[in-house]
């Protein structure tokens, strides 16, 4: 029989994945073997939940709840606060002029407040405020609405919002580039500085979007080093391992070629055994989706490029990588 990643990794962490409204029914038997948590890719995102003022679309992500529920499984809550995927009448007055900061919090807080009410005791942890930080060198934080509108304490107010709304969730900040040397400092400062003003965060989220060689593993140790120091929960949020090298653009493979599919399982090895030992800091790994039949990936950064980057293959079986990962859990 083929061991279970959740029960493998039982005593270290929870096993999940990022599933949508398609997945729960394609990966379904999958997702219930292996995972014990999900998120939803796209289902909780603010454009999708609150297209218009007072329109709330729950459907979609209450059907991921109730899969969850059914299954057993938690449930992270991705993402309240987001420069992306925000639809632009959260930014308007109804004359069309850009809103004030004041209306932009009034909406923050009720768009936060009516989510998280609606799913408090079934979403264990938010990621409240996603990708802030700039990725440009010398610049702290992302060019928004929201930072333009509401200025640098739309993080902190956020924060603030959700812990009113459900004082047993746990709160993340999420970002990308989270193992860059650069970016790890900018996150680290802000988290600290959140910390220290005593605004309610609990965790850190890397969303851990890596490919073969890229970060380096004693870079993703640093990180995780440097973010385990802010006495915080640190979550692997939206993991998965891109078979292609930053130069590699090919469009004409069918199939990872084998030389790809070892370096991954190497890679997938290397970085599990890592989380183990950071375990009393991360409690949970999500990978962003399941197995290689359906990936974000697909088409990006390049049009028509198909990839690879999970434990399961495009028929949902075990690849390499993942007896590798199911070894790495007793060594
Ligand atoms: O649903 C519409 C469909 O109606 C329309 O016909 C089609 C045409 O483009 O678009 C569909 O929406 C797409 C949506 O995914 C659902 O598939 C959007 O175009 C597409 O932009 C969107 O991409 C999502 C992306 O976030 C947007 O920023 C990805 O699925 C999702 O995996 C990705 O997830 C993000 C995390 O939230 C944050 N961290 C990075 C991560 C990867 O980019």
Redesign the pocket.
Known sequence: PIPKLHEVFGSYFDVGA?V?KVTIKTQQDLLRQHFNSVTA??EM?FERLHPKEHVYTFDDADRIVSFAKAGGMAVRG??LV?H??TPSWVFEQPSGEQADGEMLLARMKSHIHTVMSRYKGSIYAWDVV??AISDKGGEFLRSSKWLDIVGEDFIAKAFEYAHEADPGAQLFY?D?NESNPEKREKIYKLVQSLKEKDVPIHGVGL?A?WSLFHPTKDEIRDALERYASLGVKLHIT?LDISVFQHDDRRTDLKAPTEEMLELQAQRYDECFKLFKEFSECITSVTF?GAADDYT?LDD?PVRGRKNWPFLFDTNQQPKESFWKVVNAADE
């Open positions: 990022a949508n890719e796209n995102k991705h993402t987001w992306n995927q996603n990708e999420n990308y969303q979007h939206e962003w974000w990006f």
